[in-house]
Nanobody, 124 residues
């Protein structure tokens, strides 16, 4: 089992940057693919990006491609989401999630464990 805790959210102006961190506890963190999702008020949870167990491959939603970067440090049991060139439409609660098996896709149902989320607000 894996417990996840996100941090690093906050309020930033459009064009700014934030770095989210997700700390994992539990065993075998390196066995899990990790994903970032977000949910804005009144909207469904949306896939942001993911990273496979080894960190060698990442994949992103078109809406964030080229602006957001996911990385992981398996020795520290952490995954990161670097967000640059932020836009007001990036405002949401951001969640990290873990999927067993080392590889995963973009659907929330593919993920087994979730953090509590961290708020990101981007002002215009």
């Amino acid at each position: 089992q894996v417990q996840l805790v996100e941090s690093g959210g906050g309020l930033v102006q459009a064009g700014g940057s934030l770095r989210l961190s997700c700390a994992a506890s539990g065993r075998h963190f390196s066995n899990y693919a990790m994903g970032w999702f977000r949910q804005a008020p009144g909207k469904e949870r949306e896939f942001v990006g993911g990273i496979i167990w080894s960190g060698e491959s990442t994949y992103y939603a078109d809406s964030v491609k080229g602006r957001f970067t996911i990385s992981r440090d398996n020795t520290k049991k952490r995954v990161y989401l670097q967000m640059n060139s932020l836009k007001p439409e990036d405002t949401a609660v951001y969640y990290c999630a873990a999927a067993g098996g080392g590889y995963s896709g973009s659907h929330p149902d593919e993920y087994d464990y979730w953090g509590q989320g961290t708020q990101v607000s981007v002002s215009s």
